[in-house]
């Protein structure tokens, strides 16, 4: 039965490339999510979700594709809040600053572009089953160039977000490695943004890797399981999005929070 | 006596509201287990980031033997902010030193001298658990091993024993004393626990708000120790 209904999903090709770009987004997010925990930033990968947002109205508003604004506003601010200051509390007084300052401005955007409120809910929301097949083009490009950048600064980038003191102490160059990290965030959120919305990126972005660190003691058996919960994530919520016609991000959305409280329960059971 | 490995020449750091390290100088030799004593805000810190060369000196300089960039320094920084829930294992927190831009994955030589390292600090036992869940001796000789892994020539440990239990404390000097003998490796060891400095240090660099005082270790009395507190 279910056979018999994944092959009529598969003969739409929205649905296939719901799949493609999903697929994609859920490696991508998965391997970065596991530095994002590491460094504790889920409250500056949300903002720059919004700032995503404000940058895809800005996108509407002066005709250029919503994920290219994304793109341009989320790269830009990521370098800024990256170099704006490394004192913690400062920095969230600094994020929710620029947070609620980007919000407004994709407000302002969408009002000026005089597009109807369903742009805005796509945005906010997802619409993966209205991505085409150059969206999941660009999309593979970009998670290769991500995946590509990952990789390249892997040991330092480890080192710093894994153990922050030990990095400086032995003369590791932090700064740069930052910035680059951020850039490869502000990526990963214009790109994931497409499926599960700006509102809920963290669902990809932190979620899967906060789950997964529960499980094993390594960075790359975080990333390969964090990427395994994406795609049951992903995988499953656009099945169920194609069955019962709801918001894939939805099921996407509560997946990922059980696989959280799973994660938790399993690691209270094992410390007792 | 074995040759220099770092001599400072009237070094002096300014800040805004005073001045501390007095115009020091002093040598530290290849081989030698020297303790950095004093009380705090005397300058302990200031002279290990001038070592290290994130700090520079107001006035005077570090010099190297044979240069800086032939001298590797292996540093275990003072504080460290790993809670119950964090998620590597023993190795894998080690193996972060193995830094740089290389494949992701370690090498069989970097294996191998993991390995080493993990024998030397007494963690192969212990190389699965997570370091969460590791006690503060444990997490110690895992910061050790940290900055063991690139085959240091200069080892600063930056008050590493200060949060420890007495029999902990004992257990991490004995080691590094016994790294000391075995392979060469130079020590400065910063700390306020004066016994522990006396049975362990060749010799000792007393910094003082009004001066410094060098000497052997045998020299160093409890009362020269003006200020901070020394734990037994």
């Given at each position: 039965?279910?056979?018999?209904?994944?092959?009529?999903?598969?003969?739409?090709?929205?649905?296939?490339?719901?799949?493609?770009?999903?697929?994609?987004?859920?490696?991508?997010?998965?391997?970065?999510?596991?530095?994002?925990?590491?460094?504790?930033?889920?409250?500056?990968?949300?903002?720059?979700?919004?700032?995503?947002?404000?940058?895809?109205?800005?996108?509407?508003?002066?005709?250029?594709?919503?994920?290219?604004?994304?793109?341009?506003?989320?790269?830009?601010?990521?370098?800024?809040?990256?170099?704006?200051?490394?004192?913690?509390?400062?920095?969230?007084?600094?994020?929710?600053?620029?947070?609620?300052?980007?919000?407004?401005?994709?407000?302002?955007?969408?009002?000026?572009?005089?597009?109807?409120?369903?742009?805005?809910?796509?945005?906010?929301?997802?619409?993966?089953?209205?991505?085409?097949?150059?969206?999941?083009?660009?999309?593979?490009?970009?998670?290769?160039?991500?995946?590509?950048?990952?990789?390249?600064?892997?040991?330092?980038?480890?080192?710093?977000?894994?153990?922050?003191?030990?990095?400086?102490?032995?003369?590791?160059?932090?700064?740069?490695?930052?910035?680059?990290?951020?850039?490869?965030?502000?990526?990963?959120?214009?790109?994931?943004?497409?499926?599960?919305?700006?509102?809920?990126?963290?669902?990809?972005?932190?979620?899967?890797?906060?789950?997964?660190?529960?499980?094993?003691?390594?960075?790359?058996?975080?990333?390969?399981?964090?990427?395994?919960?994406?795609?049951?994530?992903?995988?499953?919520?656009?099945?169920?999005?194609?069955?019962?016609?709801?918001?894939?991000?939805?099921?996407?959305?509560?997946?990922?929070?059980?696989?959280?409280?799973?994660?938790?329960?399993?690691?209270?059971?094992?410390?007792? | 006596?074995?040759?220099?490995?770092?001599?400072?020449?009237?070094?002096?750091?300014?800040?805004?509201?005073?001045?501390?390290?007095n115009n020091l100088d002093f040598e530290l030799h290849r081989g030698e287990f020297l303790s950095i004593v004093g009380e705090n805000g005397v300058g302990k810190t200031t002279l290990i980031r001038i070592i290290l060369?994130?700090?520079?000196?107001?006035?005077?300089?570090?010099?190297?033997?044979?240069?800086?960039?032939?001298?590797?320094?292996?540093?275990?920084?003072?504080?460290?902010?790993?809670?119950?829930?964090?998620?590597?294992?023993?190795?894998?927190?080690?193996?972060?030193?193995?830094?740089?831009?290389?494949?992701?994955?370690?090498?069989?030589?970097?294996?191998?001298?993991?390995?080493?390292?993990?024998?030397?600090?007494?963690?192969?036992?212990?190389?699965?658990?997570?370091?969460?869940?590791?006690?503060?001796?444990?997490?110690?000789?895992?910061?050790?091993?940290?900055?063991?892994?690139?085959?240091?020539?200069?080892?600063?440990?930056?008050?590493?024993?200060?949060?420890?239990?007495?029999?902990?404390?004992?257990?991490?000097?004995?080691?590094?004393?016994?790294?000391?003998?075995?392979?060469?490796?130079?020590?400065?060891?910063?700390?306020?626990?004066?016994?522990?400095?006396?049975?362990?240090?060749?010799?000792?660099?007393?910094?003082?708000?009004?001066?410094?005082?060098?000497?052997?270790?045998?020299?160093?009395?409890?009362?020269?120790?003006?200020?901070?507190?020394?734990?037994?």
């Amino acid at each position: 039965m279910i056979t018999w209904g994944a092959n009529i999903m598969f003969s739409f090709e929205f649905m296939r490339n719901a799949y493609l770009a999903s697929t994609m987004i859920a490696i991508v997010c998965g391997f970065v999510g596991v530095f994002v925990v590491a460094r504790n930033m889920p409250f500056l990968t949300h903002t720059l979700s919004e700032i995503g947002f404000a940058g895809a109205a800005f996108g509407m508003f002066v005709g250029i594709s919503p994920l290219n604004g994304m793109l341009l506003f989320t790269i830009i601010s990521s370098v800024l809040v990256g170099r704006m200051s490394t004192k913690a509390a400062r920095r969230e007084d600094s994020i929710s600053a620029v947070s609620g300052l980007f919000i407004g401005l994709g407000v302002l955007f969408l009002a000026l572009s005089n597009k109807s409120a369903s742009y805005a809910t796509n945005i906010l929301f997802g619409s993966v089953v209205g991505i085409s097949i150059t969206d999941v083009y660009q999309m593979i490009i970009m998670a290769g160039i991500v995946l590509i950048g990952m990789l390249l600064i892997y040991r330092n980038l480890k080192f710093d977000s894994f153990d922050a003191l030990g990095a400086q102490g032995q003369q590791l160059a932090t700064g740069w490695l930052s910035v680059a990290f951020l850039v490869m965030l502000a990526l990963s959120v214009s790109v994931a943004a497409q499926v599960v919305g700006s509102l809920l990126i963290f669902i990809l972005l932190t979620l899967p890797a906060a789950s997964a660190k529960y499980f094993v003691h390594s960075v790359s058996g975080m990333a390969f399981l964090a990427i395994g919960f994406g795609l049951l994530g992903v995988w499953v919520g656009l099945y169920l999005g194609y069955l019962t016609n709801l918001p894939v991000s939805f099921f996407i959305a509560t997946i990922e929070a059980i696989i959280y409280f799973g994660a938790l329960g399993y690691s209270r059971y094992r410390a007792h | 006596m074995s040759e220099i490995m770092l001599a400072c020449h009237q070094l002096r750091q300014d800040f805004s509201e005073k001045e501390v390290l007095n115009n020091l100088d002093f040598e530290l030799h290849r081989g030698e287990f020297l303790s950095i004593v004093g009380e705090n805000g005397v300058g302990k810190t200031t002279l290990i980031r001038i070592i290290l060369g994130q700090l520079q000196p107001t006035h005077g300089q570090v010099q190297f033997f044979p240069s800086r960039k032939d001298l590797r320094i292996g540093y275990v920084p003072q504080f460290r902010n790993l809670d119950d829930e964090y998620p590597l294992s023993v190795r894998n927190f080690v193996a972060l030193n193995f830094s740089g831009f290389h494949w992701p994955w370690l090498s069989h030589q970097e294996h191998q001298q993991l390995q080493r390292v993990l024998q030397e600090t007494d963690l192969e036992q212990l190389q699965n658990e997570p370091m969460g869940r590791a006690s503060g001796g444990e997490k110690q000789r895992a910061y050790l091993a940290q900055a063991l892994t690139k085959q240091p020539d200069l080892l600063i440990l930056d008050e590493s024993t200060a949060s420890l239990d007495p029999i902990a404390k004992e257990t991490l000097l004995k080691l590094v004393r016994k790294l000391n003998q075995t392979t060469q490796v130079t020590v400065i060891f910063v700390t306020h626990d004066l016994p522990l400095a006396r049975a362990y240090s060749d010799h000792y660099l007393l910094l003082q708000p009004q001066g410094y005082e060098y000497g052997e270790i045998q020299q160093l009395q409890v009362n020269d120790y003006v200020g901070g507190e020394h734990h037994v």
